[in-house]
């Protein structure tokens, strides 16, 4: 199986930052990596998906880059309602798996 | 409103079983590859399985393999998840989602899924 491996696992952030979460697989997995936001109790909502696709109605604030084994979730300027927990996830082979998650709170 | 709703979750005992249902609405449902994803209690997530439109097809994440089984009935827009065997570590928040297909280009070579519709969830907990 795929391992996904994210860093940090937490961070800490002001309004207006910009920060960065890598995602790294344990094989090269082309552009097949998907960025998910969870917060409590709620379901995820995708992101991006095939790395750097923005999906619809979700603020261009947020992007993705990268391929193969190393992929980027870039949040240009940091919002309270950024406050969450981020997973990756990749679809190239079965089982799809998520990495550990990377909980992004607001100073 | 595009919409899945999860039930059948609850309190089994170890070595018990359930069955997870899942109602789409508001879509083509039988267009879609539809999976299975779980949370422990303040975990992170775990897929657990998927299955093709017409039910042909079905993957599933390791730790289940024979216990679980996933499935639908596209009359009916639904889906379904039997769980058997049922463990302890098999107690989580239990989400169905729509796996939708961005194709990049050559739709033959490049074809990139991801779960852009979720449930809310429904929860199983195993004990005793």
């Not at chain 2, 409103?1 to 039930?7: A, G, I």
Request: glycine share 10%; proline share 3%.
């Amino acid at each position: 199986d795929i391992q996904m491996t994210q860093s940090p696992s937490s961070l800490s952030a002001s309004v207006g930052d910009r920060i960065t979460i890598t995602c790294r697989a344990s094989q090269t997995i082309g552009n097949y990596l998907n960025w998910y936001q969870q917060k409590p109790g709620k379901a995820p909502k995708v992101l991006i998906y095939a790395a750097s696709s923005l999906q619809s109605g979700v603020p261009l604030r947020f992007s993705g880059s990268g391929s193969g084994t190393e992929f980027t979730l870039t949040i240009s300027s940091l919002q309270p309602e950024d406050s969450a927990t981020y997973f990756c996830q990749h679809s190239y082979s079965s089982p799809w798996t998520f990495g550990q998650g990377t909980k992004v709170e607001i100073k | 409103e595009v919409q899945l709703v999860e039930s059948g979750g609850g309190l089994v005992q170890p070595g018990g079983s359930l069955r997870l249902s899942c109602a789409a609405s508001e879509f083509t449902f039988n267009r879609y590859w539809m999976s299975w994803v779980r949370q422990a209690p303040g975990k992170g997530l775990e897929w657990v399985a998927n299955i093709k439109q017409d039910g042909s097809e079905k993957y599933y994440v390791d730790s289940v393999k024979g216990r679980f089984t996933v499935s639908r009935d596209n009359a009916k827009n639904s889906l379904y998840l039997q769980m058997n065997s049922l463990r302890a570590e098999d107690t989580a928040v239990y989400f169905c989602a729509r796996d939708s297909l961005f194709c990049g280009g050559d739709c033959l070579y490049y074809q990139y899924y991801y779960m852009d519709v979720w449930g809310k969830g429904t929860t199983v907990t195993v004990s005793s």
